[in-house]
């Protein structure tokens, strides 16, 4: 009986061993959007323990698509570009943050609600994918963030 609880034990860690690689992601979260927002911006803070590899692709349940961008200044108006994919140097951490490289989670199919959570699936080259949980927090005030709401490419 010992035996079958250990390697029932050995099971239920396989899910948290598969996303223990060298690619970890934390703080995943959004900001709450209201029904006339069709799209929405995901944060994360991606620590990298091993050799140089590259996100490639993101998906979320909450929305059609999601697109990897960054924002820079171009004079004095800020310009988002979208990402084919985001460098993750070996040993380092890159943050997606508000007003640099983010997600745009683009042709919400429901509004973001304060508290509410979703599954987020990062593709990486080497790393293969990476589960995450976004977590929904309360809405910036209008002018805080410069990209919550449509944007022109």
Do not use: W
Not at 20 to 39: C, F, I, K
Not at 66 to 95: N, Q
Request: charged content about 15%; proline content about 5%; hydrophobic content about 45%.
């Amino acid at each position: 009986m010992r035996t079958l609880n250990l390697a029932l034990a050995a099971l239920l860690l396989l899910p948290t061993l598969a996303n223990a690689g060298p690619l970890e992601v934390r703080d995943a979260y959004a900001h709450a959007t209201s029904t006339a927002q069709p799209v929405g911006a995901g944060f994360a803070t991606l620590v990298n323990s091993g050799g140089a590899d590259r996100l490639v692709g993101v998906s979320c349940t909450c929305s059609q698509s999601v697109e990897m961008h960054s924002m820079s200044m171009d004079g004095s108006v800020m310009k988002m570009r979208k990402l084919d994919a985001v460098d993750i140097p070996a040993k380092a951490t890159v943050t997606l943050e508000p007003g640099a490289m983010h997600l745009m989670l683009i042709g919400l199919k429901a509004p973001l609600a304060e508290g509410q959570t979703v599954p987020l699936e990062l593709r990486f080259d080497k790393a293969g994918s990476v589960s995450a949980v976004l977590s929904v927090r309360a809405r910036v005030p209008a002018g805080h963030e410069g990209h919550e709401h449509m944007h022109k490419h």
